[in-house]
């Protein structure tokens, strides 16, 4: 798919401040620093749409990116960074529930772990969450070039084992943002949830 010309349109902290209008949205979730603004901007082949940064918890607010009036790709705060606070820990927390929870344009969540690693605790309450909710979730382990490839079978059946993957509403995909590969497959699952084309 390609997008033309993707904008940031509001970085919002609570829902009044959400984009009017019905267009699907597609959220990505991950922990902090798993590389959610780099598969935001290899998706849209932008290299600063999305802000990257080497410093963890640096997005703390829902940055709605519209692209090209089709549909909104929602950056989420990551989770599980030590150094923010209990408080706004907490206050994240709060604004990402009322997000995923209640907002009915959002027609999937694109879910990022590390491919080298065991999915964490967090990883797996908000997976467990989402299912919960039933909401479509794609799981994306990141940094796949860091991993032989030998060793991808390997890694999905881990992620899938240590997440209790429950297939009828989840899907897997493997992304590197350094090779290239991943993003045709991750692209295919959004188009198909969102009926965009």
Known sequence: MKIINPKLIISAVAPKQYPDGQLPEVAFVGRSNVGKSTLINTLLQR???????????KTQTLNFYNLDEKLYFVDVPGYGYAKVSKAQREQFGQMVE???????????????????????????????????????????????????????????SR?????????QFS??????????FGSQEIWDWIQKQSGVV
């Open 159 to 167: 992620i899938k084992k240590s997440l209790n993957f429950q297939p």
């Open 47 to 57: 290299n600063g749409l999305a802000r990257t940064s080497s410093q963890p918890g």
């Open 171 to 180: 899907s897997l995909a493997l992304f590197s943002a350094v090779e290239k």
């Open 98 to 156: 009322a997000y995923l929870s209640s907002r009915k344009q959002l027609r999937g969540v694109v879910s990022l772990m590390d491919a080298r690693m065991e999915p964490t605790e967090d990883d797996k309450l908000m997976y467990n969450w989402l299912a919960y909710y039933q909401v479509p979730i794609l799981v994306v382990a990141t940094k796949a070039d860091k991993v032989a490839r030998g060793k991808h079978n390997a890694v999905e």
